[in-house]
């Protein structure tokens, strides 16, 4: 009889886990959507900024 109990107490946690899991993925996936809808109705706010002295910036392409 407690074996039933203690049964029902996994499955409500396995539901639990499982409902947590599919919450956050679609929150990500929400602001995922935001973040691309954002991208391309603002793309000069996404576009990378280079500047000459920077070491971590430099073009691979050394053909100068």
């Known amino acids: 009889m407690l074996?039933?109990?203690n049964d029902k107490i996994i499955k409500k946690e396995n539901?639990?886990?499982n409902l947590n899991f599919e919450a956050?993925?679609?929150l990500l996936g929400f602001f995922d959507l935001l973040l691309k809808i954002d991208m391309?109705?603002?793309p000069e706010l996404y576009k990378k900024q280079f500047n000459?002295?920077?070491e971590n910036n430099r073009d691979t392409n050394n053909s100068d």
């Open 3 to 5: 074996e039933k109990g």
């Open 15 to 17: 539901i639990e886990n």
């Open 40 to 42: 391309r109705n603002n």
């Open 52 to 54: 000459k002295n920077d």
């Open 24 to 26: 956050k993925q679609n």
